[in-house]
């Protein structure tokens, strides 16, 4: 059974930073494709950032230059690094494991204006 474990949302300022975490345990590859989305109060799930195994990323055109996906094979554990926060990325942000139903409960990120 694999789990996700979210961490370090909170109340930040407009302009502000925070660093999102996501500790994976169970059977989860360091090849697998890693992935945070995010979900606003009344609109649809998105996806924020992707890294593969081999740490190439993509990421959403709204976070560009301002977000970092990470990770740490060895602690089983990706980063979304999120810096010059704004309002409109308030929402709950998800961890998933690409192409399977693995996803965390959450973390909520409130960017006040």
């Known amino acids: 059974q694999v789990q996700l474990v979210e961490s370090g949302g909170g109340l930040v300022q407009a302009g502000g930073s925070l660093r999102l975490s996501c500790v994976a345990s169970?059977?989860?590859?360091?090849?697998?494709?890693m992935g945070w989305y995010r979900q606003a109060p009344g609109k649809q799930r998105e996806l924020v950032a992707t890294?593969?195994?081999?740490?190439?990323?993509n990421y959403a055109d709204s976070v560009k230059g301002r977000f970092t996906i990470s990770r740490d094979n060895g602690r089983n554990t990706v980063y979304l690094q999120m810096t010059s926060l704004k309002p409109e990325d308030t929402a709950v942000y998800y961890c998933?494991?690409?192409?399977?139903?693995?996803w965390g409960q959450g973390t909520q990120v409130t960017v006040s204006s």
């Open positions: 998933h494991v690409l192409l399977s139903t693995y």
């Open positions: 169970g059977r989860i590859l360091s090849t697998n494709v």
């Open positions: 890294i593969t195994g081999g740490s190439h990323t």
